[in-house]
């Protein structure tokens, strides 16, 4: 009689980590077929070229179009259950549709880095100590000679249910003490699973407010979701609360022993959330994101894909976190722009969070002050529900903004009299200013007075940027630095000056105007070691008074409750990009900084220099806000079939030579036209802004359409089409970019 096989296929299709979009089909050998039952998202060894990859099982199949002969076997199984569960199968599979992007690149991204090394997907394993019944019987003073031996065994009989090795290290004892107790049968040891979050015993300490009306309105449509697939956008003015909102919905879930994905643009603004929810929801929480160790992202990775973990905090790519019982996803500052991947596999984290709720039938909820137009013209369309909170919690008001006309003025480094007055007064009063200018260095030029040489980088068509503090020029597109010259290459003049202001110089600029007061910066220059963000936060609720200077970093989700002075610098910057979005992002950001203002009881006052008081966006967001702001630039938006109106996807091509990114594009587009609808409707190729970025000189070619079905169509012709041209003229790189917020 035959034996039964647990895995009744012949072949399986396996996802690799390489550049192609196709899966790879293996045989099945009959041993491996008797004894294991194979699941697709479970990893394999295969041979690949002349050497072995890992990859993983997508699925299996009685046929294959391959000739027997040309196929190989499957080397051997690394899981015993699958990594990726089909849930998060379906969605890579999705994802790589919908982006147009290699599957396996797709499925090894879903994978934390240490699960597409190999490594075994199990918890760590650690020591616990337990007192054995001759050790409870023991008179301890038995003991006395050996005071060490003593110590530990008095504390493992304290602990009945046994004692952790990090407890053991915590309370200083020995483990050699431990080990000579087992040899004498007075205690034992068993590994087990390291999972912190079992030693979870919280308490909850903060009592929390009674939510007003807009509040508890927005919570009730919010439970009333539960079991379903639904889109909410909670647009609530900064302050209005919405966190609380959140964690009110968050505990009526963990009561059901459900799990919460909850989502924040910025690693930066994770310890802060991690502590909030901490000291409200009594329950294991983890966090995600890339500052994290290999190991200790893979053990956050575990406890959530286990269950353990009630809620995962995370950045972007937590969207891929595997979750047992998964009953919500909740996307903060849902806006935000770092959501979007910019580089490879280029998802957009909120909209792949929404195909995923809506495969698993749980709902979503989109928080932000300043909703992206994606997100509020689904609101107007009825396919999310807006909940609008537009009063501040507590007793904070609403800070006012004012307009100060920079034309004619005279500026002391960049501010105007009526600024540095403000600031003065705010300071005199011990509360605190914060200074906002989106340029971080010292000044984005550095030029020759006698002959007019300007620093720019070697690799890229920009300026370099002016650090003085660390004594360099950088190139901030592609990190290049150099150190900072004296004498100008050109003519050898030492008549070199800066031009322009950024963070570094407001910084040094302010300190002798006002002597004792704490100036603390924040942006990437001055964040970059581990812990620099915790500090700096720190330093600022310790003092009063104080002047903060900071680029969009501080303008996310952070909350500074004696700021009551907000100055904007540049409300000018962006007004005149050449990227549509310019504007959006600009009123985003001076909203959002703006909200930093008069958080707590003080009332908060905000000044936005600009040399165009009298521009219509500015004027719109001053006097009536980002709602209406919003509403005008959608019906822009609309007037001229832009997205959200229209999709849009962009094919870039980019090649250390000048002229064979946008030869490529050019080819591609006279080969395909007679190919190509009516309705879809095609720009390019074209030079990017910044043509040659890091060596490589990028070319554009972008296609929008009122219907995605089309858009697809073109784009899956397209990306076929490039994958065999670059076979032969591998010089030239493409990327296809689906739903881009960056066009230019
Ligand atoms: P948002 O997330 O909208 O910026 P938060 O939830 O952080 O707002 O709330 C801002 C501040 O107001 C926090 O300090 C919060 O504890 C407090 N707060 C929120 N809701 C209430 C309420 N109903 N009553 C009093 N204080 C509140
Ligand atoms: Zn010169
Ligand atoms: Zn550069």
Not at 6 to 16: E, H, I, K, R, W
Not at 618 to 630: D, N, R, S
Request: glycine share 6%; hydrophobic share 40%.
């Amino acid at each position: 009689m035959q034996e039964a096989l647990l895995t009744p296929y012949p072949y399986a299709q396996v996802a690799l980590p390489v550049p192609m979009r196709t899966l790879f089909d293996y045989k099945i050998p009959k041993a491996m077929a008797l004894r294991h039952a194979l699941q697709p998202g479970m990893r394999v060894k295969v041979p690949f070229g002349k050497g072995s990859r890992l990859g993983v099982i997508v699925s299996f199949s009685q046929t294959s179009e391959w000739d027997e002969s040309q196929l190989k076997s499957l080397t051997s199984l690394k899981d015993e259950a699958p990594v990726i569960p089909a849930e998060l199968m379906a969605l890579s599979e999705w994802a790589a549709r919908y982006y147009h992007h290699p599957i396996g690149d797709v499925i090894f991204h879903a994978l934390p880095v240490s699960l597409r090394k190999g490594e075994n997907a199990e918890f760590r394993t650690e020591n616990w100590w337990f007192v054995t019944e001759a050790g409870q019987a023991i008179d301890i003073e038995l003991l006395s000679r050996a005071p060490r031996q003593q110590d530990f065994l008095k504390a493992v009989q304290q602990h009945p249910n046994g004692m952790s090795q990090n407890a053991i290290s915590i309370l200083g004892l020995m483990p050699n003490a431990g080990k000579s107790l087992e040899e004498k049968g007075l205690v034992r040891r068993e590994q087990r699973a390291f999972n912190t979050a079992g030693e979870k015993h919280s308490h909850q300490t903060q009592v929390p407010p009674v939510l007003n009306r807009e509040q508890t309105m927005a919570m009730e449509e919010i439970l009333d979701m539960r079991n379903r697939f639904a889109v909410a956008l909670l647009d609530g003015i900064t302050g209005s609360g919405k966190t609380e909102v959140f964690l009110r919905v968050m505990e009526k879930l963990i009561a059901e022993d459900k799990q919460i994905l909850v989502m924040v643009p910025e690693i930066g603004l994770t310890p802060q959330t991690f502590k909030r929810f901490e000291n409200r929801l009594n329950t294991n929480i983890v966090l995600m994101h890339s500052n994290m160790t290999d190991r200790e992202r893979l053990d956050a990775w575990l406890l959530s894909s286990s269950g353990h973990a009630k809620v995962i905090i995370g950045t972007r790519s937590a969207a891929f976190v595997p979750a047992a019982n998964l009953g919500m996803i909740i996307i903060d500052e849902e806006h935000d722009a770092s959501y979007k991947q910019h580089e490879g596999f280029r998802y957009h984290a909120r909209d792949l969070a929404i195909k995923r709720a809506q495969n698993l039938s749980i709902p979503v909820l989109l928080a932000s002050a300043t909703p992206s137009f994606e997100s509020l013209a689904n609101a107007l369309q009825k396919r999310f529900t807006w909940l609008k909170l537009r009063q501040r919690a507590g007793n904070a008001h609403i800070p006012e903004m004012e307009r100060v006309d920079l034309r004619g003025q005279t500026l002391v480094h960049g501010f105007s009299e009526q600024a540095l007055q403000a600031m003065k007064r705010c300071l005199d009063q011990r509360e605190q200013v914060l200074i906002f200018l989106n340029r971080r260095g010292y000044a984005p030029t550095l030029m020759c007075h006698d002959c007019g040489w300007i620093a720019s980088c070697d690799h890229c068509d920009v300026n370099l940027t002016v650090h003085k503090r660390a004594n360099k020029l950088h190139c901030h597109h592609c990190d290049a630095q150099k150190a900072l010259i004296h004498t100008c290459p050109e003519c050898q003049s030492t008549e070199l000056f800066t031009v322009g202001e950024g963070t570094e110089q407001i910084e040094t600029q302010l300190s002798p105007l006002f002597k004792d007061v704490p100036i603390l910066r924040i942006d990437r220059d001055s964040t970059q070691r581990k812990s620099a963000m915790t500090q700096l936060t720190q330093k600022i609720h310790e003092h009063d008074q104080a002047i903060l200077i900071g680029t969009q970093m501080l303008a996310k989700g952070h909350h500074f409750p004696n700021v009551t002075l907000v100055i904007i610098m540049d409300a000018d910057a962006g007004l005149f990009s050449a990227d549509f979005r310019g504007m959006e992002r600009t009123a985003q950001l001076i909203t959002q900084v703006a909200g930093r203002a008069g958080r707590a009881k003080k009332p908060g006052h905000v000044l936005l220099q600009t040399y165009h008081p009298d521009h219509a966006a500015i004027e719109c967001l001053c006097t009536l806000g980002y709602e209406q702001f919003a509403l005008n630039g959608l019906s822009e938006r609309k007037a001229l079939s832009l997205p959200p109106f229209y999709h849009q996807v962009l094919i870039r091509a980019e090649s250390g030579n000048e002229q064979e990114a946008m030869q490529l594009l050019t080819k591609m587009r006279l080969e395909l036209e007679p190919h190509i609808p009516q309705d879809i409707s095609m720009v390019g190729p074209y030079t990017a802004i910044i043509v040659r970025k890091a060596g490589q000189h990028r070319a554009l070619l972008s296609l929008k359409s009122s219907h995605r079905a089309p858009l697809h169509q073109v784009t899956a012709m397209m990306t076929t089409w490039l994958e065999q041209a670059t076979r032969q003229q591998h010089k030239v790189r493409y990327a296809v970019d689906v739903d881009p917020l960056e066009t230019y």
